[in-house]
């Protein structure tokens, strides 16, 4: 096992990146850049841009401007390319394939490490039987690893939730990455799961993978990361250790929906609010007697 290394060599650098769906930037110009060893956290209000951000380093969606590189190699827009080359990821919503054992579906995620890619592995063509044993050998190593090997024959949808979000970080640890991008690992987790898998990404992070998180369950996020990014409307506001990033008044402006100067989108905010307000002057007011208005008070 490799231990954990404390050089900073980038892993993961993403220039400029900006994503647009027709009139809606989702992305806007985003610098960012993981480093070996490093757990980064990339936090956000809902919408703010950051699944979309990691569509973009996976090859999911092509950036309408900017670039990303893998050790120094621009990434081609092809997911399976850009796991190919090194980098793993798991979804927001569970992605297994619920009716094939534990096993099989580290055994598919082993397809990019194999010549005989994933048809052949799914078909249990010639090749595959050849490669089969040293594939299956670490897959159960994986399994091991995850705690899951005396499930190895247990169809994938049998598997209690928490266990399921394991496989799918086990299958994604078999196209052997260098970078692993975790997108809500911890949804719909009790407290007890959410630290087993606290406890699981550190021993990923100490095999020599680095690693990149989104995630809505702040403690776990600032426990875990060595580095945290915000993103607000799609452009990245503060970037930081934890103690920084929990101490700037603007994250937490961000998440409490409180405009303050400079917020990105805040010019339009700034706008309809002039536009209400003179609406307001121009409509005859209500009764003296009406009940206190709550509008601008915060919910
Ligand atoms: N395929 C798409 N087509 C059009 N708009 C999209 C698409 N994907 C995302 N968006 C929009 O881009 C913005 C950012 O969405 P995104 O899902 O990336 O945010 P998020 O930070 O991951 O949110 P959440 O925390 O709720 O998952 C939103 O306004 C969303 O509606």
């Given amino acids: 096992m490799t231990t954990m290394t404390t050089q900073t060599t980038p892993v993961l650098e993403a220039r400029d990146v900006t994503m647009r769906f027709g009139g809606l930037t989702a992305v806007r110009s985003v610098d960012f850049t993981v480093n070996s060893g490093e757990i980064v956290g990339l936090i956000g209000p809902n919408g703010a ?41 798991t979804f927001q919503n569970i992605r297994l394939f619920a009716n094939m054992t ?20 799914l078909l249990r063509g010639p090749g595959f039987k050849k490669a089969e044993k040293a594939s299956e050998d670490r897959s159960m190593e994986l399994l091991d690893f995850i705690g899951l090997a005396h499930k190895r024959d247990h169809l994938a949808r049998n598997l209690p939730y928490g266990e399921q979000r394991k496989l799918e970080i086990a299958r994604a640890l078999a196209s052997e990455p260098g970078l692993l991008l975790l997108d809500e690992p911890t949804a719909g987790m009790n407290p007890q799961e959410t630290r087993a898998t606290e406890e699981l990404v ?12 989104i995630e809505h369950d702040m403690r776990f996020v600032f426990n875990l990361s060595d580095r945290v990014a915000v993103l607000v409307q799609g452009e990245k506001l ?30 339009e905010v700034a706008e309809v609010e002039a536009a209400e307000a003179d609406a307001d002057t121009a409509t ?9 208005s709550t509008r601008g008070e915060s919910q």
Avoid: M
């Avoid at 580290?106 to 048809?119: N, Y």
């Fill in 284 to 292: 005859p007011t209500a009764t003296a007697d009406s009940t206190t």
């Fill in 49 to 89: 841009g950051k699944t979309t951000f990691f569509n973009c380093l996976t090859g999911l969606y092509v950036p309408t401007e900017g670039k990303v590189s893998y050790k120094g190699t621009v990434l081609p827009p092809k997911p399976h390319l850009v796991t190919q080359a090194g980098i793993a990821r």
């Fill in 102 to 121: 534990v096993l099989e579906n580290v055994l598919v995620g082993r397809h990019t490490r194999t010549k005989e890619g994933l048809w052949s592995a």
């Fill in 238 to 267: 503060v970037e930081g250790t934890p103690q920084v990033v929990q101490a700037d008044e603007r994250v937490v402006a961000a998440y409490l929906g409180t405009p303050f100067e400079g917020a990105p989108g805040a010019d």
């Fill in 202 to 213: 550190f021993a990923i992070r100490d095999q020599g993978i680095a690693i990149l998180l």
